[in-house]
């Protein structure tokens, strides 16, 4: 992780750690902050915890989403302090709808000019971003929204598998990662375990992104923690209600900061200070999916 | 039959889930609207899909979601697809029937705010924006609205537009050609009201047990009109509050 990160985010690039709800890379999001990266464009629908305390850090200057919030609880405290007061700095937004956003990653996956999508009509987000257009539509039905490609600089997709060539599998949430991995020009997989190429091969309607666009590929148990990994283990809810609280103060949060991200070596500390005992507690029951017959055509 | 010792939390869940009869699709949202919808799918819906912005048809949550992400809505579930999919093949396409929605700010034509309190670049609160709810309020074929009468909340003007209800009014929903219909009731924990007139303004339709029309006005920012015959709402039944209580909510995170 830390060769990943040292050597494809640099300062002020734009980098997508992306996952709805789940798969979200907090192993690189810490190691980011551990970096020091500074003027960082951040890309996610949802910022969650993990840009929280990215921005929180000062490693941003700007952050494009759609909705933010720490889902199913509250606020997202240190965003918001940034937007409201401009601490620890200020912040840019640019904001979309959930669709908009995932339209930009689209059309940036396909290398297209733009997405159309029904929405934003008498909607104010369109003066608030203008780079949200409605346009005549050329086949003559009216007025249609279009927004423009997104292609970060580094996307960073957290999934159960991958093999060495990053070819990645995933299940559960498909989100946005899809088209995020195919928008970015550079693509880190982070994943909980890592496989040979025969169990990618063996079960290839699972691949979700293939190692043709992956730069790096990082073993990282536990890295999307304390969201979630289909399968692996649940969301740690305590965490995210702990956050509510603590994160509404700036130096708690400088504080925790200390302790669990720059006090740390790396995610493998941040892993055993926390203690295998409590992943257990994380892991659900199994569930496993009847496997399918591709059959063997020769 | 009811009991007497429930919450408007609890009234306002079973009045949601009461309106939900018979539905076949609904696009939920977390908190009051994911149990009213999975009360509906054990009382009134029996053949209710449950639809979730995070890219889920036909969900069958064995736990009380904690997020609109939550693993629980994927295992069991009839299908996962992206993001992309969900909102272009599901909801553009027209296969949501029902949505729910809520928002911090709610006008008379039922335009939602959800993105600031105060001025755009100078918030006094910064909301969480939109999410999913523009192109829900666009396309679902109708929008429920469920949201605590509020005078802060039912104002007379929004800071901010998020999502689009009946616009200005009259027909400028349609004369946009805006895809679905647009709110048709806003169930509260005092009253239900709906838009069941020309001018396509919120009237009161309804009023819980207790509640009088003033009650109502003191919450409403602007005079609210009232449609032509006002109905009474029963409250709680046993077996829905045993459903919520027991089943559905048994932490008791939303009473």
């Not at chain 2, 408007?8 to 908190?31: D, H, P, Y």
Request: glycine share 10%; charged share 20%; net charge negative.
């Amino acid at each position: 992780m830390q060769k990943a990160i040292a050597t494809h985010v640099a300062d002020d690039c734009s980098i997508a750690i992306e996952g709805f709800t789940g798969f979200i890379c907090f192993a690189a999001g810490h190691e980011i902050i551990r970096q020091r990266r500074r003027k960082l464009t951040l890309i996610r629908m949802t910022p969650d915890l993990i840009y929280d305390q990215m921005i929180a850090a000062g490693a941003a200057k700007k952050l494009i989403f759609s909705y933010m919030g720490n889902p199913g609880v509250g606020s997202l405290y240190c965003i918001r302090r940034a937007v409201e007061k401009s601490v620890p700095l200020p912040l840019e937004l640019e904001e979309y709808s959930h669709y908009g956003l995932v339209g930009r990653y689209a059309a940036g996956a396909a290398r297209m000019p733009f997405f159309a999508l029904r929405s934003y009509v008498g909607s104010d987000m369109l003066t608030a971003n203008p780079l949200i257009k409605l346009i005549d539509d050329p086949y003559g039905t009216g007025k249609i929204a279009v927004v423009p490609p997104l292609n970060p600089d580094v996307a960073i997709l957290h999934a159960q598998r991958a093999d060495r060539q990053g070819n990645t599998q995933l299940w559960g949430l498909l989100g946005m990662q899809k088209e995020v991995a195919f928008a970015s020009k550079r693509v880190i997989v982070v994943v909980e375990e890592l496989v040979d190429e025969s169990v990618i091969r063996a079960d290839p309607n699972r691949t979700l992104i293939p190692g043709l666009i992956v730069d790096a590929v990082v073993h990282e148990p536990y890295g999307a923690h304390p969201s979630y990994v289909q399968g692996y283990y649940d969301r740690d809810n305590e965490s995210y209600l702990a956050w509510d609280k603590l994160s509404q103060d700036h130096a708690a949060v400088v504080a925790w900061l200390d302790e669990w991200v720059y006090g740390l070596e790396n995610f493998g500390a941040y892993v055993g200070k926390i203690g295998q005992a409590h992943f257990d507690k994380l892991k659900p029951e199994p569930y496993p999916a009847p496997s399918v017959d591709y059959g063997r055509y020769r | 039959m009811s009991d007497p010792a429930y919450s408007a939390s609890e009234m306002m869940i079973a009045v949601a889930a009461r309106m939900l009869t018979g539905a076949r699709t609904v696009f939920v949202g977390v908190g009051l609207p994911n149990i009213a919808c999975n009360l509906a799918r054990v009382t009134v819906a029996p053949d209710m899909e449950l639809i979730y912005e995070s890219g889920v048809y036909g969900a069958r949550p064995e736990r009380l979601p904690l997020s609109i992400g939550d693993p629980t809505l994927v295992s069991g579930a009839v299908s996962v697809v992206s993001m992309a999919d969900l909102f272009g093949l599901y909801l553009q396409r027209g296969l949501v029937e029902i949505a729910l929605l809520g928002g911090a700010q709610i006008d008379k034509h039922g335009n939602l705010n959800s993105t600031v309190i105060g001025d755009y670049a100078r918030p006094k609160t910064r909301l969480p924006g939109s999410g999913g709810a523009c192109e829900i309020a666009t396309n679902a074929q109708r929008t429920f609205m469920i949201m605590r009468l509020k005078r802060r909340a039912f104002v007379e003007k929004l800071d901010f537009v998020t999502s689009p209800g009946h616009l200005t009014g009259g027909d400028s929903r349609s004369r946009l050609g805006l895809a679905g219909g647009g709110p048709e009731i806003v169930i509260t924990d005092m009253a239900i009201l709906n838009f069941d007139n020309a001018e396509r303004e919120m009237q009161l339709n309804a009023l819980y047990p207790g509640i009088t029309e003033k009650n109502v006005q003191e919450e409403v920012g602007w005079p609210l009109g009232l449609a032509a015959k006002i109905e009474e709402v029963s409250a709680p039944s046993l077996e829905e509050l045993r459903l919520i209580r027991e089943d559905l909510d048994p932490s008791g995170m939303y009473r």
